[in-house]
Structures are given as structure tokens and as C-alpha cells.
T-cell receptor
Framework: AQTVTQSQPEMSVQEAETVTLSCTYD???????LFWYKQPPSRQMILVIR??????QNATENRFSVNFQKAAKSFSLKISDSQLGDAAMYFC???????????????FGTGTRLQVTL | SQTIHQWPATLVQPVGSPLSLECTVE??????LYWYRQAAGRGLQLLFY??????ISSEVPQNLSASRPQDRQFILSSKKLLLSDSGFYLC?????????FGPGTRLLVL
């Protein structure tokens, strides 16, 4: 079974600075998808960024980018020019590219709480 | 664009009472639908998955059941709630690999 580990329970960053959230995963599969979701105080899970394992190029979405290291099974999220609205729980998630049904579920890490200070 | 709705937003129920949580999706057809539960301070655990009307897969056996009476409607139910059913319930939809989540329902069983 796949596992996702987020080793930083909490992180803090000053407004306008850059922060990197870590995520590692364990899988024997060669094709899969990785995601970062943001959960603000409202608790709705919001997709931040997505990475396909077969793509070597790191995904980027505006101020958010990832460092995907497939051999190391690492998938970190970099937030540039941090804003107060970035404060939230961030979850890393894994999805197999194989199978259907419950095999298509997302496996989540335990999350990293990001604080943004003035 | 697609939107996903869940209601109620918050629910307080006594132990032993029934439960019905509803999720509906707009702006798409034949979505895959998911129910997840999030315990306090933790990640999400998949409860049920559906690829179509009347087709439900269960990830873990428990006190809950799910139904999909219409293409874009997904219902989570229980006949008798337990204290351990308390949590935050999220519905999600997908067409391919990316899942999009609803606003969630906070359930407190007393």
C-alpha cells in the first residue's frame, strides 16, 4: 500500500518570503499522480497543484511550484511571495494511475499547518 | 464550470439517531463521486466511491452506507449513529485523475 509522509507538522513564513513544504511517499508503482491541497479554516479542500509522475518537468501554478524527485520519492511544495491568505493546512496526496474504483482513491499525508506572519 | 454542494454544513445528532448527508454536483455528467471522512487534525480517509447510479464501492466496513439515486447525487447515511462517527465529511467528484471537493459537513455526535 502507498503511504504519504509530511514530516513538518507546522511551518511559519513571513509575508512576501518563500517557504517549502516537504512530502515523501512510498510506492512500488511507476505511474501515479501527486497533489497538493490547501485546507483553510473553512475546511474545504482546495486543489493547489498537480504533478504527473511520467512528466519530468515540475508543475507550476502562479506562486506555487513543486520539486518532484521521482527517484527519491519526494514532492515538495514551494510557495513564493507568501501572502496572509496562504495560511492553511496543506496536504500532500497520492493517486495511483492504475485501477478504478477504490484504487483511484487519494492517499493523504497528515498535513502541514502553515502560518504566515507580518 | 462545475460546482459541488453539500448539506447540511453542520449537524449535531444524538447517539443512535439516523443520518443523511447529501452531495450534489452541477456542470458535469457521469462524475465519479467519493465520500471521505477527516478526523480532527488528520488527513482524509476514503469511505465510499461511486462510478454511476446505484454503483457503490466501500473502502472500509463501518456504521455508514452510501447511495447514488441520481447521476449527480451522492448520499451518506447511517441507521444509528455512534460517537465515533463524529468528524468532518467531505464529498468529492472527478472525471479523470483530479478530485475536487465540496465544502464539507461537520458532524458532531453527542
Amino acid at each position: 500500500a502507498q503511504t504519504v509522509t509530511q514530516s513538518q507538522p507546522e511551518m511559519s513564513v513571513q509575508e512576501a518570503e518563500t517557504v517549502t513544504l516537504s512530502c515523501t511517499y512510498d510506492t512500488s508503482e511507476s505511474d501515479y499522480y501527486l497533489f497538493w491541497y490547501k485546507q483553510p479554516p473553512s475546511r474545504q479542500m482546495i486543489l493547489v497543484i498537480r504533478q504527473e509522475a511520467y512528466k519530468q518537468q515540475n508543475a507550476t501554478e502562479n506562486r506555487f511550484s513543486v520539486n518532484f524527485q521521482k527517484a527519491a520519492k519526494s514532492f515538495s511544495l514551494k510557495i513564493s511571495d507568501s501572502q496572509l491568505g496562504d495560511a492553511a493546512m496543506y496536504f500532500c496526496a497520492y493517486r495511483s494511475a492504475y485501477g478504478t474504483g477504490t484504487a483511484s482513491k487519494l492517499t493523504f499525508g497528515t498535513g502541514t499547518r502553515l502560518q504566515v506572519t507580518l | 464550470s462545475q460546482t459541488i454542494h453539500q448539506w447540511p454544513a453542520t449537524l449535531v445528532q444524538p447517539v443512535g439517531s439516523p443520518l443523511s448527508l447529501e452531495c450534489t454536483v452541477e456542470g458535469t455528467s457521469n462524475p465519479n463521486l467519493y465520500w471521505y471522512r477527516q478526523a480532527a487534525g488528520r488527513g482524509l480517509q476514503l469511505l465510499f466511491y461511486s462510478v454511476g447510479i446505484g454503483q457503490i464501492s466501500s473502502e472500509v466496513p463501518q456504521n455508514l452506507s452510501a447511495s447514488r439515486p441520481q447521476d449527480r447525487q451522492f448520499i451518506l447515511s447511517s441507521k444509528k449513529l455512534l460517537l465515533s462517527d463524529s468528524g468532518f465529511y467531505l464529498c468529492a467528484w472527478s472525471r479523470v485523475e483530479t478530485q475536487y471537493f465540496g465544502p464539507g459537513t461537520r458532524l458532531l455526535v453527542l
